[in-house]
């Protein structure tokens, strides 16, 4: 294949043996780096294109202008001029698109059916050769970046994230403000007599240069297909030979260093941030030192640093390792959460972990944990599974600017080297002289003197003390600190067990009995040896009040806890379990590699039914909880909109503030009391899937039952107590408005909700066919055109068995305002779909049909799709092909119908409930918006609307309606292979 557009083509890509995809690496003439691959299974294609460029390489005038870029691009170009082409063609066609920005890269990436990739990715292309950023498109989406950064504003991560860039050198291109905002963009340009529409065509002339681009291409296509279709489309791109920005220095120089910030935060958090400056490692990723240092400083076992300070009563999480920086410089991070113990202590925790840092000076470097970790990537990369291909797509183009082509698939993996003086080189530098600690505390609120230029965030800064400084440089050897021992939990046996004679396709029920029903499934897709275990413990205590609740919380939080040490070394080895509290029960599931599941099962159960609870974790994990209750004030307004709407809607939820109020009756002695009471009647409802045997699954279910006996003498449940919580039922016409306010965001939020009906096959499809239809243009309208704010989505709400359509936006335009909106694109959307052609109409279909029978890509997918249909009692396990054969039934007739009846404003059988979340400073506004700005000519007009019933009371509303049934279960696949 001699092509003068090629420079070199790339055979022999190292992928993991269990990979059945075919690969190939190109680099083009133009210096793009390519990755092509080829899967004849998928259900979907997908490219992405990562620019080796980002806000770093923002204009010091014009911050933001690289992420800006980023949103433009998808706005039209000059081969597909119209706003929404890409969007529009990908919805049609099943895909989805996204894009991101961080400091050096620019990443876009999309998913569509696998028969349109080459018309998707023509108009993909196009963003790199001839994008318009026209005029009026910037001056619209400049309000969605600053809706971006008006939802980050509060968000605690984002603060700290910027402010540990403005507090390094200012001279520095890390200390830029990335995101950008409508000052940026607009405002200080205009006022300096900036055009910002020039800027663009400049940043993207100068920056979106074809040596700096690597793209990743997967679809059905053979390689020699992709490779045609990649050339024709992106050999055209300019190389404009920019070099890659090196930074020689590091943002963090003396003056920055031996510095102490005490940052007040937004949520009540406490937690300690130690960072050291570090140089760049990437070219070191074949021994990879932070890695190994990583390793043993965030370890959680026994004899750890984690381990000690939890021990001391001071904190009780810790993550340590390299952070990435830019290329030229890293930061060697060791972050922990404060107990109110551990905030008047933060000198002796960052003593403690400078013992441990001494600790592995003297030790030395370990070959042998070297060999450990190098041993636990190879089996990781040995048995990965398959990827979903716009995530895989993604990550892998960002990945070939760092890699070299043959090695980009395993170079995150595959360790090769152990080489002890450069982890000696990066010990060296986790030094107290090279220290600096942020505190974040509500404590400091009012103690400070510096607020940070883009968040507000307030915070002091001070030198810290020689004399502490000298303290930790003292620091001696800690004898309660120990290096981990050899993992047991490394798997040893990885059989794949023969398919049984009767192998199901879908989950079939092995147990039924007062005690337990046990559906079990073969793995007969993946053929890797893991498996996926899912428990319900359904008990009648654990929801029954707040104060129930609240102890089922605690009880599983305090059991995980003490679990940490013994579970970190499966997790370690890809063993994962996870416990939680629910309306009905208890939740557990157990993850990962099957050979040794059994053994941390039981250890579980052994430990559910014995445990003694340690009186200061208790009042650590009670205080720890009571600050994530009250932290609930600060989620983001649509979430709370989501949150009021759930309260509405089912039969019993229990209201943070109900938590809050009962938490204070929560003992140790009530507590104690609780977990005998809890486990003594039950009943189990469980799904074993993967590489496991019907005779496993039935020993592993009567080891449970066992444990749950011998020790808490648990007994049956009786059948009448097994009960479902349902919905409440809106009547025809019905109209309901809650409003609420956010005392903490400048943003409102807003649920609207159209209940439609019972979830049954007919009514399923019906929905989403609608949403199908409605989802592009939504976006396009709502979000793209007028701008409503930067979080706006359209789909289907389903919860106890009913369902209906609703929209969510957050936004600085008052709720009334939203609702107006909404009512008019829906109207407008009548009138689209009466007026849409049967080939339209039949695309919409086929794109729905795809998405649905998009096959899941690992164990764990495919198990959680079946474990939904167990916990919502509907097991209809084939619901994707029986769902899909009726969709393909549906006419456009059916869709005008259900338009009609359910959702337009005079709809005989429309029921709706919208919740008005309130920003911060809005004055209190009616719920219906009469203002005379409804009639911008440019915005289609909204249908009048009747006058809603105002719910002022949550309990007596849903005292005066009825509740739906439940849905009935799918019995055909219920019978008993017992």
Request: hydrophobic letters at 35%; a negative charge; charged letters at 25%.
């Amino acid at each position: 294949m001699t092509n003068p557009a090629i420079k070199r083509i790339v055979t022999n890509v190292v992928k993991s043996p269990e990979d059945k995809r075919e690969y190939r690496g190109l680099e083009l003439s133009n210096e793009i780096r390519v990755l092509l691959i080829h899967d004849p299974t998928t259900d979907k294609s997908s490219a992405a294109l990562d620019v080796h460029t980002g806000s770093l390489a923002d204009p010091k005038d014009i911050p933001g202008l690289a992420h800006f870029c980023e949103h433009m691009l998808f706005l039209g170009t000059k081969k597909y001029p119209k706003e929404n082409e890409y969007n529009q063609f990908l919805s049609e066609h099943a895909g989805s698109s996204n894009a991101f920005t961080s400091g050096e890269n620019t990443n876009y990436y999309f998913d569509v059916s696998n028969e349109h990739l080459e018309g998707a990715l023509n108009r993909f292309a196009q963003f790199f050769l001839c994008p318009l950023f026209d005029a009026s498109c910037k001056d619209r989406e400049v309000n969605a970046v600053e809706s971006e950064h008006e939802k980050n504003l509060m968000n605690d991560a984002w603060r700290l994230f910027q402010l540990e860039k403005s507090t390094g050198n200012p001279e520095h291109r890390f200390s830029s403000f990335g995101t950008g905002n409508k000052f940026t963009l607009e405002t200080r340009p205009a006022e300096m007599g900036i055009d910002v529409r020039q800027e663009l065509l400049k940043f993207h002339s100068a920056n979106y240069s074809s040596n700096l681009m690597a793209l990743c291409v997967l679809g059905r296509e053979s390689l020699d297909e992709l490779t045609d279709l990649v050339v024709k489309l992106f050999a055209e791109v300019e190389n404009k030979y920019v070099p890659v920005h090196e930074y020689t220095d590091h943002p963090f120089q003396e003056e920055h260093l031996k510095q102490l910030y005490k940052v007040v935060p937004i949520k009540d958090i406490r937690n300690l941030y130690v960072t050291f400056p570090i140089p760049d490692l990437q070219k070191y990723y074949k021994s990879n030192p932070g890695h190994y240092l990583g390793h043993l400083i965030g370890h959680e076992g026994p004899g750890s640093l984690l381990s000690e300070l939890k021990c001391k009563g001071w904190v009780n999480t810790l993550v340590g390792g390299q952070k990435e920086g830019a290329k030229g410089f890293m930061f060697f991070i060791i972050n922990v959460d404060l107990t109110e113990e551990g905030l008047v202590h933060v000198e002796d925790i960052i003593l403690h972990m400078f013992q441990y840092i001494a600790k592995l000076r003297t030790e030395g470097p370990q070959e042998w944990v070297f060999q450990e970790c190098k041993d636990l990537n190879a089996m990781a990369f040995r048995f990965k599974d398959k990827e979903r291909p716009r995530g895989y797509t993604s990550k892998l183009a960002g990945l070939l600017h760092y890699y070299p082509i043959e090695e980009v698939l395993a170079a995150e993996y595959l360790l090769e080297e152990f080489r002890a003086d450069l982890i000696e080189m990066v010990l060296q530098k986790l030094t107290p002289a090279t220290v600096r600690v942020a505190v974040v505390s509500k404590s400091f609120d009012g103690k400070t003197d510096r607020s940070e230029k883009w968040y507000g965030t307030q915070y002091k800064q001070e030198a810290i003390n020689p004399d502490v400084i000298q303290k930790w440089l003292d620091a001696d050897l800690n004898g309660k600190f120990k290096l981990p021992v050899k993992n047991e939990f490394i798997p040893t046996n990885f059989e794949i067990f023969h398919l049984e004679n009767d192998t199901a396709t879908f989950p079939c029920l092995i147990k039924d009995t007062a005690m337990s029903k046990v559906w079990f499934k073969q793995d007969d897709k993946f053929f890797l040896p893991k498996a996926c275990l899912n428990f319900e413990f359904f008990s009648p205590f654990a929801y029954v009040d707040p104060l129930h609740c609240n102890m089922a919380y605690l009880y599983l939080e305090l059991l995980k806890d003490s679990l940490n040490e013994y579970a970190y070394a499966a997790e370690l080895a890809g063993l994962n379990y996870d416990l939680q509290n629910t309306i009905y029960g208890m939740y557990l599931s157990v993850k990962g590699y099957n050979d040794k599941q059994h053994i941390i099962l039981k250890k579980i159960m052994e430990k559910m039914v014995t445990f003694e609870i340690d009186d200061k974790r208790f009042e650590i994990i009670k205080e720890a909880y009571m600050r994530s209750l009250n932290n609930f004030r600060a989620e983001q307004p649509h979430q709370h909109a989501m949150y009021y709407l759930r309260l509405l809607m089912t039969e019993v939820a229990w209201t943070k503030e109900e938590l809050k109020e009962a938490l204070e009756d929560v003992t140790l002695v009530r507590l104690k009391a609780f977990i005998p009471q809890l486990l003594s009647r039950l009943h189990i409802e469980a799904l074993l899937q993967g590489n496991i045997t019907k005779q496993t699954s039935l020993s592993m279910i009567q080891m449970v039952e066992d444990i749950l006996i011998e020790h808490a003498h648990t007994k049956p449940l009786l059948p009448s107590q097994l009960t479902r919580y349902r919905e409440v039922q809106l009547p025809d016409r019905g109209w309901f408005v809650y409003q609420q306010r956010n005392e903490v965001h400048n943003n409102c939020g807003i649920e609207i909700y159209y209940q439609t009906d019972m979830q049954n096959t007919h009514e399923n499809m019906l929905l989403e066919l609608f949403c199908q239809i409605i989802s592009e243009p939504c976006f396009n309208t709502l979000r793209t055109k007028e701008q409503l704010g930067y979080i706006v989505f359209s789909g289907p709400r389903r919860a106890n068995g009913i369902q209906g359509l609703r929209f969510i936006i957050q936004s600085e335009r008052p709720p009334s305002y939203l609702e107006s909106r909404v009512e008019a694109f829906l109207k407008t959307m009548e009138k689209h779909i009466e007026e849409m052609t049967e080939e339209a109409f039949q695309k919409h279909v086929q794109a729905l049909a795809i998405r649905r029978l998009d096959k899941p890509k690992k164990l764990s997918a495919e198990c959680a799709k079946h474990w939904s249909e167990i916990i919502s009692q509907q097991y209809n396990f084939d619901r994707d092909n029986i769902e899909v054969a009726h969709l393909k039934k549906l006419t456009k007739e059916d869709i005008i119908h259900f338009c009609k009846e359910l959702l337009a404003v005079d709809g005989s059988r429309r029921h709706k409930v919208s919740v008005h979340v309130l920003s911060r400073d809005m004055d209190p506004c009616p719920v219906i918006e009469h203002a005379p700005y409804l009639n911008d000519v440019n915005l289609s007009p909204a249908p009048p609307l009747p006058q809603p019933s105002i719910i002022e009371d949550m309990t007596m509303f849903k005292r005066s309606l009825p509740l739906f049934p439940l849905a009935k279960p799918h019995f055909s696949c219920m019978a008993a292979k017992l």
